[in-house]
């Protein structure tokens, strides 16, 4: 449910793999899958692949698993879009950024057919019908119980046959935390800078900022009762000093004048910050400074 670069790239990983897969798309992205196919260009190699494709998930009816990939800022209006794909049995794991999806998704389609998930990649449409990804998919996922469950297992199964790196989480709330404290701080900066994290973070005063916002996160997640590792700031500037050159979607939108996912990052940090007392004065100065262009650029 939403074919853009972590949908499609996912998408046409199962889709040649041999596993059926029906990709929920619009416009002129939609239009260039079904005449051409879908085309991944990897790393060190690229595909193209024909997969049914379509805007009406009323076309597609009951699946076994809903991949759920939209922009955050999308859930209002979609979430209920997803019924038609729900049978007995479905499963919907949500690989959204931010850390409120699982709630609101279980709120509409019940809580036992959820399975929160993060999506570590960079991934984004080049042109029509064309995904890049230049950081290749790693996911983590697992039940709220806390259990290992036979359909996680089946899913895990699917994934790593079909080359994805897929990992079962016995606490998938902390692995949200884990990226949702990157990224929110990521994010943030690099689209208030409009500079990429590979040159940024050459700048001391760059690197001190987006240590304090990760900070600040992580301080909000402690308070909530994540079990998260105070090492977690130094392991994750160490993570992203690791990568190579890339650049995150929302400093994407922010370039290229789109809607932006800015509420369910240094929004939320600052949301839940406030619900529980912890203050957020960097999340909330980069808040301000993106606010204006937040909903795109007419």
């Excluded at 057919?113 to 790693?138: M, T």
């Excluded at 400093?251 to 789109?258: I, P």
Aim: aromatic share 6%; hydrophobic share 40%; charged share 20%.
């Amino acid at each position: 449910m939403g074919a853009g670069g972590a949908g499609g790239c996912l998408g046409g990983l199962l889709a040649k793999a041999g596993n059926n897969v029906s990709l929920i798309a619009r416009g002129e992205h939609l239009k260039a899958i079904r005449a051409n196919g879908l085309k991944l260009v990897r790393p060190h190699s690229e595909f193209v692949v024909e997969v049914d494709a379509t805007d009406d998930p009323a076309q597609v009816g009951p699946v076994d698993l809903v991949l759920f990939t939209v922009k955050t800022y999308q859930n209002r209006h979609v979430i209920t879009m997803l019924k038609p794909l729900m049978g007995h049995e479905t499963s919907v794991m949500t690989l959204q950024n931010g850390v409120e999806s699982h709630e609101q998704l279980g709120a509409v389609l019940g809580p036992n057919n959820i399975l929160p998930g993060a999506y570590w990649a960079s991934s984004h449409i080049l042109s029509p019908g064309v995904i890049v990804e230049d950081v290749e998919a790693q996911i983590s996922f697992g039940e709220l119980d806390d259990t290992e469950s036979l359909r996680a297992l089946d899913i895990r199964k699917v994934f790593r046959e079909a080359g994805i790196e897929a990992e079962i989480s016995l606490d998938p709330l902390q692995v949200l935390w884990q990226k949702f404290i990157v990224l929110s701080a990521l994010a943030g900066i690099t689209s208030a800078a409009q500079t990429r994290p590979k040159e940024l973070l050459k700048y001391p005063d760059a690197r001190r900022m987006f240590c304090d916002a990760m900070e600040e996160a992580l301080a909000v997640g402690l308070a909530k009762g994540v079990n998260l590792s105070d090492d977690l700031v130094q392991e994750s500037l160490k993570y992203i000093d690791g990568l190579p050159d890339f650049q995150n979607s929302m400093h994407g939108d922010y370039e290229a004048g789109r809607a932006t996912e800015l509420d369910a990052l240094s929004g939320a940090v600052i949301r839940l910050g406030k619900q529980i007392g912890v203050p957020t004065p960097v999340h909330s100065f980069l808040y301000s400074v993106l606010l204006p262009h937040k909903d795109g650029v007419p």
